[in-house]
């Protein structure tokens, strides 16, 4: 069912069940978020992306990656009202999360400065005890990657994202999902003489069979052959080649045909 949503004064099309957040990403209007990763499930831990919504003549203030629209309606997402929110919720992160680059920008975006109410930031060593604003993308991508390698652990002010009691895990593949996805870099792994250390281990990095270019772990490669034969019912072979020379495959054989 399509649906009218006038957002800061103009009018778009939307679909029932659409999030807010997808439709402002669409129509390229600004709704910052830290949680919210295009391949995963919304899951609304940061609260940045709060807009007002105004349906049956009520405002009301909801977080915009999870709430599904139902019918027409009207949204405010930079009022003052909600700027004021989004500045006490970063000036709370910032006070988490000290060392997050994108956390930063935000907080000189929404002219977030010190604020009395929270105690200074401690800015340690321990660039994931800095930087990790326990947002769950990064155990939630392992998880959906099939590994569960890692978790959020603890409760209150000793909650943190880690490995089971914090030892190297056998289930970790070495794939970096966990790093990619993060918004504020707070995972951090080195490459360096073809190995990759994550998480307290160290893995031997495959080079592609095209370029050369060390480009995944054996156990990343291992599991992903294994997890696509269990999907299929058929063995599949490991791959040899990187994710570019894969894509450019294709193009070789069009440019073959045709000459080009």
Same mark, same amino acid.
């Given at each position: ?146 590994? +569960?390698?890692? *978790?959020?652990? =603890? !409760?209150?002010? $000793? ?6 009691? #914090?030892? /190297?895990? &056998? ?22 003489? +073809?190995?990759? *250390?994550?998480? =307290? !281990?160290?893995? $031997? ?6 370029? #050369?270019? /060390?480009? &995944? ?29 894969? !894509? ?13």
């Amino acid at each position: 069912m399509s649906l009218n949503v006038k957002i800061n004064g103009k009018t778009y099309k939307a679909e029932a069940g659409e999030y807010i957040l997808e439709v402002c990403r669409r129509n390229r209007i600004l709704v910052p978020t830290l949680c919210h990763h295009e391949g995963l499930s919304g899951l609304g831990a940061c609260r940045l992306c709060v807009v007002e919504v105004n349906e049956g003549g009520g405002n009301r203030v909801v977080v915009s990656c999870v709430y599904p629209l139902s019918g027409d309606c009207e949204v405010f997402t930079d009022s003052e009202k909600i700027n004021g929110i989004r500045r006490t919720l970063l000036s709370m992160l910032k006070t988490k999360a000290p060392a997050g680059d994108r956390l930063a920008s935000l907080c000189a975006m929404y002219g977030v400065g010190e604020d009395d109410r929270f105690p200074p930031p401690k800015v340690g060593k321990d660039r994931l005890a800095a930087a990790c604003i326990l947002c769950g993308l990064c155990a939630q991508a392992c998880s959906t990657m099939g590994t +569960g390698a890692i *978790s959020t652990m =603890g !409760r209150g002010t $000793g909650k943190k994202i880690s490995t089971p009691y #914090g030892e /190297p895990s &056998a289930d970790c593949t070495g794939c970096t999902s966990c790093a990619a996805v993060c918004p504020t870099k707070a995972i951090e792994y080195t490459e360096a003489k +073809g190995r990759r *250390s994550i998480w =307290g !281990r160290s893995f $031997g990095l495959v080079r592609c069979r095209e370029c #050369g270019r /060390p480009f &995944a772990t054996a156990e990343e490669l291992a599991f992903a052959a294994q997890r696509a034969a269990d999907e299929s019912g058929a063995a599949t072979a490991v791959p040899e080649l990187c994710e570019d020379c894969r !894509r450019r495959k294709p193009s070789d054989v069009m440019a073959f045909a045709f000459g080009i």
